[in-house]
């Protein structure tokens, strides 16, 4: 079945339709099979009202990117991909769009994208509630992703001054030229990311450490934040919170840890070793101490069992470490007593200095080299946590 054929429909669908249509749209299944036939079919933008006809420039930049023209209502190409509009209207919301009315905006590839996530449902590879989640969490990074890029590109590539055009003018080459290589980088970065998160899973001991697994997690957060929103510019306030996240995404990364989000003064991270999660926290304060323009830092970790959905982390560590942070002292890093425990298992972090003196000691009574630690654990007094009772942190540093 056509598009073009799907202006009648089960009962059903109609309704979930008139459900679904927003103030103002024919809700009436006379009145909208009377408002399909009187519409031209080239002229696909006719259900909108006059003053809500796209503008030109940005009809020709959707087509550019998108490969095609409007063609369909919704109602058309939920019929044409096979699917009820209201699984249609749900994809659509989660992908993070406004609901569109019976306007004439969809295209061949949104009739596709329907087929192709029905299709995995309907093959039983994912769950109803699951293909939502995909939907979901593909709009919501996709969408941060191409406001940044859009903002960047336009921003710093183009110069109304130097060029003598205005920025609307040259979006669409701009767009023509970098379209085509950036949707490349997109999926490389996509299948390279892909392959490290697999490959965590798979090293995962059982399916149940594949959601609830023990991570380590840390906050690091601008200290006195608030008080530099009130002394800066705006574009200088920019440029402070890019360059932090900038410094802060790269240790990470180096380091083998994973940037869970930025919170512009605030920046999450996680690494499956807490090694790994204390060489970044105290890398973070080393490197922020030496740069004049930034502030102070505080750093909070955490380690314990956290549940992950959506690249998000949940659960009591996350919390836990978000308190510590709260309550580390400037340029320091404060951790819990999971945390130093692990440390001290995996011959990191002595438990204490008394003991790592004794050991010292005896391997130098027997000719052996003594234990060599990385990173020093200083007992702080007890203190209760809002929502987490009492809690003993313990100051992280480098050992001598």
């Known amino acids: 079945m056509t598009a073009d054929d799907a202006g009648s429909g089960t009962a059903e669908e109609r309704e979930a339709w008139d459900a679904a249509a927003p103030d103002g749209a024919v809700r009436d299944t006379g009145a909208r099979e009377s408002a399909a036939a009187e519409a031209p079919e080239e002229a696909p933008d006719e259900a909108?009202?006059?003053?809500?006809?796209?503008?030109?420039?940005?009809?020709?930049?959707?087509?550019?990117?998108?490969?095609?023209?409007?063609?369909?209502?919704?109602?058309?190409?939920?019929?044409?991909?096979?699917?009820?509009?209201?699984?249609?209207?749900?994809?659509?919301?989660?992908?993070?769009?406004?609901?569109?009315?019976?306007?004439?905006?969809?295209?061949?590839?949104?009739?596709?994208?329907?087929?192709?996530?029905?299709?995995?449902?309907?093959?039983?590879?994912?769950?109803?509630?699951?293909?939502?989640?995909?939907?979901?969490?593909?709009?919501?990074?996709?969408?941060?992703?191409?406001?940044w890029q859009i903002d960047s590109f336009l921003e710093g590539l183009t110069d109304p001054q130097e060029t003598g055009m205005t920025r609307t003018e040259i979006a669409y080459p701009l767009v023509e030229l970098l379209l085509p290589e950036l949707e490349e980088f997109l999926v490389y970065v996509y299948r390279r990311q892909l392959a490290a998160a697999t490959g965590r899973v798979v090293q995962a001991a059982d399916d149940v450490e594949m959601?609830?697994?023990?991570?380590?997690?840390?906050?690091?957060?601008?200290?006195?934040?608030?008080?530099?929103?009130?002394?800066?510019?705006?574009?200088e306030l920019g440029e402070l919170v890019e360059a932090f996240e900038t410094t802060a995404a790269d240790l990470v990364a180096a380091h083998g840890g994973r940037l869970i989000k930025t919170l512009g003064d605030e920046v999450l991270y996680a690494a499956d070793d807490a090694g790994i999660a204390a060489e970044i926290g105290l890398r973070l304060i080393e490197t922020l101490t030496h740069d004049e323009t930034m502030p102070e830092l505080r750093v909070g970790i955490a380690f314990g069992t956290v549940t992950t959905r959506m690249g998000?982390?949940?659960?009591?560590?996350?919390?836990?470490?978000?308190?510590?942070?709260?309550?580390a002292p400037k340029n320091a890093v404060l951790v819990d007593g999971a945390f130093a425990e692990e440390l001290s298992r995996t011959g990191e972090a002595p438990v204490s200095e008394a003991e790592a003196a004794e050991a010292a000691a005896a391997a130098e009574k027997e000719g052996e080299e003594p234990p060599s630690y990385r990173f020093a654990l200083q007992p702080m007094w007890q203190r209760p946590v809002r929502g987490l009772g009492v809690v003993e942190p313990w100051l992280l540093s480098r050992r001598a």
């Open 312 to 327: 998000d982390v949940f659960g009591t560590t996350v919390n836990l470490a978000s308190r510590l942070t709260s309550i």
């Open 211 to 235: 959601v609830d697994r023990r991570l380590a997690v840390g906050f690091a957060d601008l200290v006195s934040f608030t008080r530099l929103t009130r002394r800066l510019e705006e574009e």
């Open 48 to 147: 909108l009202d006059e003053e809500d006809q796209p503008d030109p420039i940005a009809l020709r930049l959707e087509q550019l990117i998108l490969g095609a023209e409007r063609r369909y209502t919704p109602f058309q190409a939920a019929r044409s991909a096979g699917v009820s509009v209201e699984l249609a209207t749900r994809f659509w919301r989660a992908m993070g769009f406004a609901d569109i009315g019976q306007a004439k905006a969809l295209t061949e590839a949104d009739v596709l994208a329907l087929r192709r996530l029905s299709g995995l449902v309907e093959a039983g590879l994912l769950s109803e509630p699951m293909a939502i989640q995909v939907a979901r969490s593909t709009g919501q990074t996709s969408a941060r992703l191409a406001d």
